[in-house]
């Protein structure tokens, strides 16, 4: 099993700023792929953003430029820096970790964390 701690989230103004932070744990596992989803009321959950091992990233279109993602591969952790903060960024947000250990692998998700944008 992979435990996920994530904290960080928060009430901002806009244009503020708020940082991310999860927190894997599963010593007998082999962190691989480490992103955030988002799911605001009403809407489907999004990929914000990913990052592999080797850090390659990728964003959704929608926060390029605003949010960077990076990870800590010693502390098998990962943030999200959020920049320019919208209104339409208000979500919760879930880290999402894909793990393996040997020829098992799955996708393991955090409890999430609120981010609410005031406008």
């Known amino acids: 099993q992979v435990q996920l701690v994530e904290s960080g989230g928060g009430l901002v103004q806009a244009g503020g700023s708020l940082r991310l932070s999860c927190a894997a744990s599963?010593?007998?596992?082999?962190?691989?792929?480490m992103g955030w989803y988002r799911q605001a009321p009403g809407k489907q959950r999004e990929l914000v953003a990913a990052?592999?091992?080797?850090?390659?990233?990728n964003y959704v279109d929608s926060v390029k430029g605003r949010f960077t993602i990076s990870r800590d591969n010693a502390k098998n952790t990962v943030y999200l820096q959020m920049n320019s903060l919208k209104a339409e960024d208000t979500a919760v947000y879930y880290c999402?970790?894909?793990?393996?250990?040997?020829?098992?692998?799955?996708?393991?998700w955090g409890q999430g964390t609120q981010v609410t944008v005031s406008s």
């Open positions: 999402n970790v894909a793990a393996s250990s040997g020829s098992y692998s799955c996708n393991y």
């Open positions: 599963g010593s007998s596992f082999n962190i691989n792929v």
């Open positions: 990052i592999t091992r080797g850090g390659s990233t």
